[in-house]
């Protein structure tokens, strides 16, 4: 318990200056994470159930993965694990407005401006969301399996993530090791598109070491990752559609009331011709959930345009830790990560590899992942 009490100490503060949110959530963090049980000793439990035990064996290759084949910081995160009664751990808000695509942002002392807040009572997320839409605002609420607590606490694996798949589970670690690793303040889009990249990547590494590249289970990820990828794909048209509208001359009414009819039509065109984009089910109730600005800058938050990342990539040689050990500088500095990146990638290009081609040339991943 005393390892709590610096942390109450510092809620207390933060308090002070955010109002009851902090110490709340704060709070609420502390139930469920102080009674996590190291993962070794629950693996020496009778009554742990078979796919708890998968589940925790799983996650000690991935973790070892992570720290040891990609060079991901190595702390106690993913060594805990916490039985739950619920499905995932918190409901997460978010704002924007109706015309623009400009997030609603919480300031918080420390660690800087978010254009999400999360809540682990589902009630108090649906009131935060009832306020803003009063003032205006396009709102949407989503479920989040976990977050990273950028080292503040010891991150636990939850009895819901029994479920999830081999490569689910490491992207989702991987996801988050990647923000203790490489955390630039109040720059939440590359913080969050970086992460999505290497918990993607590093997972297929993970899978493809494990079972191969030829193997059903590698080839399965790849065609899944394909739906992904023409969904950002299509939401991104959306985005840039709507985004030309917003920036028109149109009144604020017809800027609504056309809206309203891009989206429709996106969804009708989704629903009448699913199987011409996509070959999973993945995404078949997508043309049924309302979508708005916060929908849709949810989704751009994540994967607005990963090509950069791609090309990242390709400039190290498709050498994922060598990548994460190049973007390592940005850790916890103010550095312009966009500007940063671009930068790498031009010296890069000009610089001969050791085939006698320049880094530029030829990029077959590349283009498969962008299609």
């Known amino acids: 318990m005393k390892r709590f009490i610096p942390v109450f100490m510092l809620l207390f503060f933060l308090a002070v200056l955010q109002g009851c949110y902090l110490l709340k959530q704060g709070a609420s963090l502390i139930r469920y994470y102080r009674d996590a049980e190291e993962i070794q000793s ?17 996650v000690g290759e991935i973790r070892l993965f992570a720290i040891s084949d990609l060079g991901l910081k190595s702390n106690e995160n993913y060594t ?13 808000v978010s704002a924007c407005e109706k015309t623009a695509f400009e997030p609603y942002l919480w300031h918080f002392p420390l660690f800087g401006a978010f254009p999400y807040k999360g809540f682990f009572r589902k009630e108090d997320a649906l009131k935060q969301a009832k306020r803003l839409r009063k003032k205006g605002y396009d709102v949407f609420v989503r479920k989040a399996e976990v977050f990273s607590t ?60 494990k079972y191969g590249e030829d ?57 009448n011709r699913y199987t011409d984009h996509f070959t999973t089910d993945i995404y078949r109730k997508i043309a049924d959930i309302p979508i708005n600005n ?27 830790p060598l ?5 390592s500088v940005l850790h916890s500095r103010r550095k312009d990560p966009w500007a940063f990146m671009k930068n790498y990638i031009e010296k890069r290009a000009q610089t001969p590899c050791a085939l006698g081609i320049t880094c530029a040339q030829g990029s077959e991943r590349l283009a498969g992942a962008l299609i």
């Not at 629950?42 to 796919?51: F, G, K, Q, S, V």
């Not at 985004?243 to 009331?257: M, P, V, W």
């Not at 990548?323 to 973007?327: D, F, G, H, Y």
């Open 80 to 92: 805990c694990y916490k039985r739950v009664d619920k499905e995932y751990l918190v409901d997460v």
């Open 150 to 209: 950028l080292g503040f606490f010891k991150d636990p694996i939850f009895s819901f993530m029994t479920g999830y798949s081999e490569f689910d589970l490491a992207s989702l670690i991987i996801h988050e090791q990647t923000h203790t690793t490489i955390y630039v303040k109040n720059r939440t889009e590359f913080n969050e598109q970086l992460a999505t990249f290497i918990g993607r990547e590093g997972a297929l590494l993970f899978i493809g070491k």
């Open 294 to 320: 916060a929908v849709i800058l949810s989704v751009m938050r994540y994967t607005a345009d990963l090509s950069l990342f791609y090309r990242f990539y390709e400039m190290t040689g498709h050498d994922l």
């Open 215 to 271: 193997s059903e289970e590698y080839q399965t990820i790849l065609v899944g990752l394909a739906d992904q990828n023409q969904f950002q794909n299509l939401m991104r048209e959306l985005y840039e559609m709507l985004d030309a509208l917003y920036r028109s001359d149109a009144d604020e009414d017809e800027k609504i009331h056309k809206r309203e009819d891009i989206i429709d039509r996106f969804q009708m065109g989704l629903a």
């Open 42 to 58: 629950a693996l020496t439990r009778a009554d742990l159930e078979p796919d708890e035990r998968r589940t925790l064996q799983l």
């Open 323 to 327: 990548m994460i050990s190049e973007l």
